[in-house]
């Protein structure tokens, strides 16, 4: 089981690092007038393109509005979970905790439903599921307040 711990969380970490490769490239896209990140502008909601090199923002929509974690964000809350949780087999039963406040891309969890803890890892790394990664913060640390210090610590430490 902790073979498959590290190379779940490997495989995140390797996701995580060819994302950050990749904002680079297209940032330096849009500097050379290649416009293929910001023609879709108008169909995504909040946008922010940064270029970390040279220190600065190239292209900015809505960056103050309210939005749901991003997908950096949710393979952080899988890597913290996976660390937390040490059966990923074991089944749990949604509570209103769990999905309380959750509007926007679920996966339809409901209270009292009965679900795998790797089902709801599955839905949180490849749907990007809202309530799966809400449900796996309270699973792990109790409360999602508690779940965000320990998130934020991990963050810390790996930089």
Known sequence: MYTQKIKTVSSLLLFVLLLMLAIP?????????????CKN??????????????????????IDAP???ASTVKMMTALV??????????SVVITSQMIN??????MGLKVGE?????????AL????YNDAAQALAVISCGSVQDFVLK?????????
């Open 25 to 37: 490239f297209r940032a330096s896209a849009v500097e050379r007038g290649y416009d293929f990140v």
């Open 41 to 62: 502008s108008d169909k995504a909601f909040a946008i922010y393109l940064y270029d970390p090199e040279k220190n600065n923002t190239l292209f900015a929509q809505n």
């Open 67 to 69: 939005v749901s974690p």
């Open 81 to 90: 979970a996976m660390n937390s949780i040490s059966d990923l087999n074991a």
């Open 101 to 106: 406040g959750i509007e926007t891309n679920t």
């Open 114 to 122: 009965q679900i795998k803890i790797r089902d709801l890892m599955v």
């Open 125 to 128: 790394v490849c749907g990007g």
């Open 151 to 159: 998130m934020n610590k991990t963050a810390s430490s790996i930089g």
